[in-house]
């Protein structure tokens, strides 16, 4: 029977698992279960040996009916835990050594159990405080073009893509991305939060028809483009690092969508900390180098991705689609679209009921707003430019201008 677990209730549930308890830990383990939840929506705890805590831990991630940080008047489905347990499966098979293992599945108590984390960080955390991630883009380049090509049409029989995208219907959460994302931002919707400081530019940008035209066709593009099984959620805050390692969490936004939304998220946070900068570079040189860093790393992600995707293109890609005219439209559509997304992203951040951590840990508001005002610049300039783009020097030039 589904019952939240807690702090107090959690060890005893691992220990009764043996799926988790035999494989992880030891017979005399004593378990100690930690509340670990600061994302936006589930239930997170750590439960570790006492004896060993770094050694033998686990990561109990458990959905709640609604969205943690709202409560109750925001209902969210509880099956986002077993699209969760399904995606890091087939996630594993693309990309092994990419996302976190799963122990355990549990769909009475909708709650995955899965590998601790202990030596990474939430890439968020990280990019506030000027950590240089020398292996990200390599990582998430190829974690990006192996999902989004093994799952389409680009190599899928006909029948086994239409299969798929029957078992990975995911209608709750991505209500909530087509509200959250593409909807109540740009309306006057009593969800939305934003910084008192730039209230003439939120205005400005609800009343702006052709920039909500614009956001409205890529809603639509969203919900009708089903062109890949994609995470659905990547942003900095689902990918978890250290200079060595790269692990992508969180896949229960995953659904049959467009590929470029994934590209666009990891454009758009990297976007959103270069703007965050202002305030969190301790100098102007630290400042300068970090924010050459991460359009660095915009940068090479595209570059990964394409040499990826080009080389499965080579290599795998099901006979139907035999065109070199027809790869290359492909590609340099994706990348427009990754630059649309990339902005939907962006503006979502600053004026929708979402923030992130990069922002929202600016304490004065006055440069929180200076940073904000940068990021609708950017997000502006992609929405109504993307189709212009031919390369990605084009979508970086965008921020560093
Ligand atoms: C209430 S859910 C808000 C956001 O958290 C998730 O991480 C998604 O980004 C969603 O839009
Ligand atoms: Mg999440």
């Given at each position: 029977?589904?019952?939240?677990?807690?702090?107090?209730?959690?060890?005893?549930?691992?220990?009764?698992?043996?799926a988790?308890?035999?494989v992880?830990?030891?017979?005399?383990?004593?378990?100690?279960?930690i509340?670990?939840?600061?994302?936006?929506?589930?239930?997170?705890?750590?439960?570790?040996?006492?004896?060993?805590?770094l050694?033998?831990s686990?990561?109990v991630?458990?959905a709640?009916?609604?969205?943690?940080?709202?409560?109750?008047?925001?209902?969210?489905?509880?099956?986002?835990?077993?699209i969760?347990?399904?995606?890091?499966?087939?996630?594993?098979r693309?990309?092994?050594?990419?996302?976190?293992?799963?122990?355990?599945?549990?769909?009475?108590?909708?709650?995955?159990?899965?590998?601790?984390?202990?030596?990474?960080?939430?890439?968020?955390?990280?990019?506030?405080?000027?950590?240089?991630?020398?292996?990200?883009?390599?990582?998430?380049?190829?974690?990006?073009a192996?999902?989004?090509?093994?799952?389409s049409?680009?190599?899928?029989?006909?029948?086994?893509k239409?299969?798929?995208?029957?078992?990975?219907?995911?209608?709750?959460?991505c209500?909530v991305?087509?509200?959250?994302?593409?909807?109540?931002?740009?309306?006057?919707?009593?969800?939305?939060?934003?910084?008192?400081?730039?209230d003439?530019?939120?205005?400005?940008?609800?009343?702006?028809?052709?920039?909500?035209?614009?956001?409205f066709?890529?809603?639509?593009?969203?919900?009708?483009?089903?062109?890949?099984?994609?995470?659905?959620?990547?942003?900095?805050?689902s990918?978890?690092?250290?200079?060595?390692?790269?692990?992508?969490?969180?896949?229960?936004?995953?659904?049959?969508?467009?590929?470029?939304?994934?590209?666009?998220?990891?454009?758009?946070?990297?976007?959103?900390?270069?703007?965050?900068?202002?305030?969190?570079?301790?100098?102007?040189?630290?400042?300068?180098?970090?924010?050459?860093?991460?359009?660095?790393?915009?940068?090479?992600?595209?570059?990964?991705f394409?040499?990826?995707?080009r080389?499965?293109?080579?290599?795998?890609?099901?006979?139907?689609?035999?065109?070199?005219?027809f790869?290359?439209?492909?590609i340099?559509?994706?990348?427009?679209?990754?630059?649309?997304f990339?902005?939907?992203?962006?503006?979502?951040?600053i004026?929708?009921?979402?923030?992130?951590?990069?922002?929202?840990?600016?304490?004065?508001?006055?440069?929180?707003?200076?940073?904000?005002?940068?990021?609708?610049?950017?997000?502006?300039?992609?929405?109504?430019?993307?189709?212009?783009?031919?390369?990605?020097?084009d979508?970086?030039?965008v921020?560093?201008?």
């Amino acid at each position: 029977m589904y019952t939240p677990l807690t702090e107090h209730t959690v060890a005893d549930y691992v220990k009764h698992t043996p799926a988790v308890w035999a494989v992880v830990f030891q017979p005399d383990d004593d378990l100690v279960g930690i509340d670990l939840a600061d994302g936006n929506v589930n239930l997170v705890f750590r439960v570790h040996s006492a004896a060993d805590p770094l050694g033998r831990s686990v990561i109990v991630k458990q959905a709640l009916p609604y969205a943690r940080i709202v409560g109750e008047s925001f209902p969210m489905p509880l099956e986002r835990a077993r699209i969760e347990a399904d995606l890091l499966q087939i996630e594993a098979r693309h990309c092994p050594g990419l996302v976190p293992r799963l122990y355990h599945y549990d769909d009475d108590m909708h709650l995955c159990v899965m590998q601790d984390l202990n030596q990474h960080m939430i890439m968020r955390k990280g990019l506030v405080n000027q950590t240089i991630y020398p292996h990200f883009a390599e990582h998430i380049g190829v974690f990006m073009a192996r999902t989004l090509f093994y799952t389409s049409d680009l190599y899928l029989p006909h029948d086994v893509k239409k299969q798929n995208m029957a078992a990975h219907i995911n209608p709750g959460l991505c209500k909530v991305t087509e509200d959250l994302v593409f909807t109540d931002p740009y309306m006057d919707n009593p969800g939305n939060v934003w910084n008192p400081a730039i209230d003439a530019e939120a205005a400005a940008i609800r009343a702006d028809d052709a920039l909500r035209a614009e956001m409205f066709t890529l809603k639509y593009a969203f919900m009708t483009k089903a062109e890949a099984l994609i995470h659905g959620d990547l942003h900095t805050g689902s990918i978890m690092v250290n200079a060595d390692d790269t692990k992508v969490i969180d896949p229960e936004f995953a659904f049959y969508g467009p590929m470029a939304f994934d590209i666009g998220l990891v454009m758009a946070n990297l976007a959103l900390s270069h703007c965050s900068q202002a305030y969190h570079a301790p100098d102007a040189h630290t400042r300068a180098t970090y924010q050459t860093w991460l359009t660095d790393t915009m940068r090479a992600t595209w570059h990964i991705f394409e040499r990826e995707f080009r080389r499965l293109w080579a290599t795998d890609l099901n006979s139907q689609w035999a065109t070199d005219a027809f790869r290359e439209q492909y590609i340099k559509r994706v990348l427009q679209e990754t630059a649309a997304f990339a902005a939907a992203e962006t503006l979502r951040r600053i004026l929708g009921l979402a923030h992130t951590y990069d922002l929202e840990s600016i304490p004065d508001l006055e440069a929180r707003a200076d940073a904000e005002r940068r990021a609708l610049t950017i997000g502006r300039r992609w929405l109504m430019g993307y189709r212009q783009i031919e390369s990605i020097d084009d979508l970086a030039r965008v921020v560093t201008d």
